[in-house]
């Protein structure tokens, strides 16, 4: 890497030439895995479902994705070798007589997505492509990418695919359908919820897919198609989407880990970049590197890329249990789109300003979310960021007898803790367990409400049926939960599960418990009414931020039968010293939990609370 410069980046000493070097970086250890002719790269690795062909032609797309903003960012003036290695692979891969030929185009396949990437970095890469290749290469381009017409997707981002592809076959004259193109973008209107927040599809599916998809893909077609009137609109959004998204990511850059497709790690800050490009950004220029660098910089020192400069199925290090099926040794390379900055160019303000902080770095941060359910509290202290969930279920798109999804069912997601996967796991729930040993299990949450400093939620299992509200006090989240469920169940409140290489220190008390990690992160909860004990539950190979793991958690034995309120301190810090205790009093169903500056929360649980009749 380049030397760091702490006078134009003093937070994180990265400028455009560290991009510049991770994007060669990237770009040349994939190519010892290239076939023949370079139509595809197969990273080691165990084959996704869609098989080695199709992750090839993955390996092949997202990698000219990274490297299209690379060549149209440097103006073309980038080593030679790089444009012929993937002006090769366009020749071979759409060659259908080429051992490695891409798969075609067919309804609900991966190559669907994939063709979204390489007409895009088409798109960027033009003039020193696409326009450079003979008449009979560019039919054989747009040959493959005109098998999206007609083509049918699955009803989420994958609608935008077309979009993007058609537009770009629209521009060089091949065949493509207006209706499709229109279609696909009436579509995502049904999916915006307000407050420039996108569920991806039908349902609560709130993630990283609302910025670095639904976000990302209109903004980038409406640059293709020149549509001022969409532009305006998608800026609109994109800017009021950035004044909550900016307060993701901890101190240190890590980002909330919270959502499917975690693997594509530093694509998180794709639609950062996005509002700078579109003239859309709220945040001074300065901070959009600041955030931006912050995130590249802290996967690149703890092994993502690895040793042999390839990003492997993982969060830091290759972490099998966290990928989706559809993910195959290629698909982490979507973290290409982190690298959209290079677009704007040297001269911009986002690689020519000063870095300026980002909030966390100047103070607390209280977020409420509405529109996804979610309540963020961040620390300026140990630059702690936490997400608590009271909205995103991911419910329409789940097997409904299947377990419960870790990534998006917990009620907090951190920036320096990750659920625990299996069906073991205990962490960021509140499970009632019947004398029988089932557990209840929060599927489709039921939004109450998310104010200035708490948000509430809902959900029934059987004849089980669990109110959450939590309030947030600088580090911690004090959770109010009311249980109506038979006498005999026990109830179990888990905190965040900490993760590291090696084993946390674990204490326990009567109604307290607690994890450590060796650099002082610490994981706590206490019993602040009506539970009888605590622990500390423990495992390996289940957690993406470490082998080891360890969940604190509280407990009551035994429920006494139809309604009762459950109070606990949830905390994560990395402040060497535990806030004040809040001050809690329950009154049947009214709770006020009296906050470190003397605030009083009021409660009331008594109107949601009752089953439904």
């Known amino acids: 890497m380049p030397p760091a410069?702490?006078?134009?980046?003093?937070?994180?000493?990265?400028?455009?030439?560290?991009?510049?070097?991770?994007?060669?970086?990237?770009?040349?250890?994939?190519?010892?895995?290239?076939?023949?002719?370079?139509?595809?790269?197969r990273l080691p690795g165990p084959a996704s479902r869609s098989g080695p062909v199709s992750d090839g032609l993955e390996g092949f797309a997202r990698t000219f994705l990274l490297a299209a903003f690379r060549i149209a960012g440097a103006g073309g003036a980038v080593p030679p070798a790089l444009l012929e290695r993937y002006a090769a692979g366009l020749v071979a891969g759409t060659d259908p007589a080429h051992p490695y030929a891409w798969?075609?185009?067919?309804?609900?396949?991966?190559?669907?997505?994939?063709?979204?990437?390489?007409?895009?970095?088409?798109?960027?890469?033009?003039?020193?492509?696409?326009?450079?290749?003979?008449?009979?290469?560019?039919?054989?381009?747009?040959?493959?990418?005109?098998?999206?017409?007609?083509r049918r997707t699955p009803a989420n981002n994958w609608l935008l695919f077309q979009v993007v592809v058609e537009q770009f076959l629209a521009e060089v004259g091949g065949p493509h359908d207006p209706a499709e193109i229109?279609?696909?973008?009436?579509?995502?209107?049904?999916?915006?919820?307000?407050?420039?927040?996108?569920?991806?599809?039908?349902?609560?599916?709130?993630?990283?897919?609302?910025?670095w998809a639904m976000h990302l893909y209109p903004v980038l077609w409406a640059r293709m198609a020149g549509d001022t009137a969409r532009q305006r609109l998608y800026a609109e959004r994109l800017r009021r989407f950035l004044e909550?998204?900016?307060?993701?990511?901890?101190?240190?850059?890590?980002?909330?880990?919270?959502?499917?497709?975690?693997?594509?790690?530093f694509a998180t800050v794709a639609p950062l970049w996005l509002?700078?490009?579109?003239?859309?950004?709220?945040?001074?220029?300065?901070?959009?590197?600041?955030?931006?660098?912050?995130?590249?910089?802290?996967?690149?020192?703890?092994?993502?890329?690895?040793?042999?400069?390839?990003?492997?199925?993982?969060?830091?290090?290759?972490?099998?249990?966290?990928?989706?099926?559809?993910?195959?040794?290629?698909?982490?390379?979507?973290?290409?789109?982190?690298?959209?900055g290079l677009l704007l160019p040297p001269e911009h303000p986002v690689w020519t300003d000063a870095e300026e902080a980002a909030p966390v770095d100047l103070a607390d941060q209280v977020v409420a979310m509405p529109a996804p359910g979610w309540l963020l509290h961040a620390t300026r202290?140990?630059?702690?960021?936490?997400?608590?969930?009271?909205?995103?279920?991911?419910?329409?798109?789940?097997?409904?007898?299947?377990?419960?999804?870790?990534?998006?069912?917990?009620?907090?997601?951190?920036?320096?803790?990750?659920?625990?996967?299996?069906?073991?796991?205990?962490?960021?729930?509140?499970?009632?367990?019947?004398?029988?040993?089932?557990?209840?299990?929060?599927?489709?949450?039921?939004?109450?409400?998310?104010?200035?400093?708490?948000?509430?939620?809902a959900y029934e299992d059987g004849p089980v049926r669990v109110v959450t509200a939590s309030?947030?006090?600088?580090?911690?989240?004090?959770?109010?939960?009311?249980?109506?469920?038979?006498?005999?169940?026990?109830?179990?409140?888990?905190?965040?599960?900490?993760?590291?290489?090696?084993?946390?220190?674990?204490?326990?008390?009567?109604?307290?418990?607690?994890?450590?990690?060796?650099?002082?992160?610490?994981?706590?909860?206490?019993?602040?009414?009506?539970?009888?004990?605590?622990?500390?539950?423990?495992?390996?190979?289940v957690n993406a931020f470490g082998r080891h793991s360890a969940t604190p958690y509280l407990t009551c034995d035994t429920h006494p039968g139809g309604t009762a309120v459950y109070v606990s301190l949830v905390l994560l810090t990395g402040a060497g010293q535990e806030p004040p205790m809040p001050e809690v009093r329950v009154d049947g169903a009214e709770v006020t939990v009296t906050l470190s500056g003397g605030e009083p929360v009021k409660i009331s649980l008594g109107d949601v609370a009752a089953p439904p009749r």
């Not at 560290?18 to 595809?40: C, N």
């Not at 249990?321 to 993910?327: A, E, F, L, M």
């Open 5 to 41: 410069d702490f006078l134009l980046s003093p937070h994180t000493g990265w400028t455009r030439a560290h991009w510049e070097r991770m994007a060669d970086h990237l770009l040349a250890s994939v190519v010892p895995y290239a076939t023949d002719g370079f139509a595809q790269f």
């Open 103 to 150: 798969p075609p185009l067919a309804d609900m396949s991966q190559p669907l997505v994939e063709a979204a990437s390489v007409a895009l970095a088409l798109h960027e890469t033009r003039p020193w492509l696409y326009d450079r290749l003979s008449p009979a290469q560019q039919e054989r381009v747009v040959a493959w990418l005109a098998g999206f017409v007609g």
């Open 182 to 211: 229109a279609g696909g973008l009436e579509r995502i209107e049904e999916w915006y919820v307000g407050d420039g927040w996108y569920s991806d599809g039908k349902g609560k599916n709130f993630d990283y897919y609302s910025g």
């Open 244 to 265: 909550q998204y900016q307060h993701f990511f901890a101190a240190d850059g890590g980002p909330v880990h919270q959502g499917r497709s975690l693997i594509y790690r």
């Open 275 to 340: 509002g700078a490009l579109a003239g859309a950004s709220p945040l001074p220029p300065g901070r959009t590197r600041r955030i931006a660098s912050g995130v590249l910089r802290h996967f690149a020192e703890r092994g993502a890329p690895d040793g042999r400069g390839l990003l492997t199925c993982g969060w830091y290090d290759d972490f099998p249990p966290g990928k989706q099926d559809y993910s195959g040794p290629a698909s982490p390379y979507w973290a290409s789109k982190a690298f959209l």
């Open 381 to 457: 202290e140990d630059g702690v960021v936490r997400v608590v969930n009271h909205g995103s279920d991911r419910d329409r798109v789940q097997d409904p007898h299947g377990s419960p999804d870790p990534h998006y069912l917990r009620l907090a997601y951190t920036s320096h803790t990750g659920p625990d996967i299996g069906e073991e796991a205990i962490d960021g729930q509140l499970a009632v367990v019947s004398p029988q040993g089932a557990v209840s299990r929060r599927r489709r949450i039921e939004p109450l409400t998310v104010g200035e400093r708490l948000a509430a939620s």
């Open 471 to 541: 309030v947030v006090d600088g580090a911690a989240e004090v959770r109010v939960h009311q249980v109506t469920a038979p006498a005999g169940h026990r109830i179990r409140d888990g905190g965040h599960a900490l993760a590291d290489r090696e084993p946390p220190a674990i204490e326990s008390g009567d109604t307290w418990a607690l994890a450590r990690r060796a650099d002082g992160l610490a994981a706590v909860v206490r019993g602040l009414h009506g539970y009888t004990g605590a622990g500390v539950a423990t495992a390996q190979g």
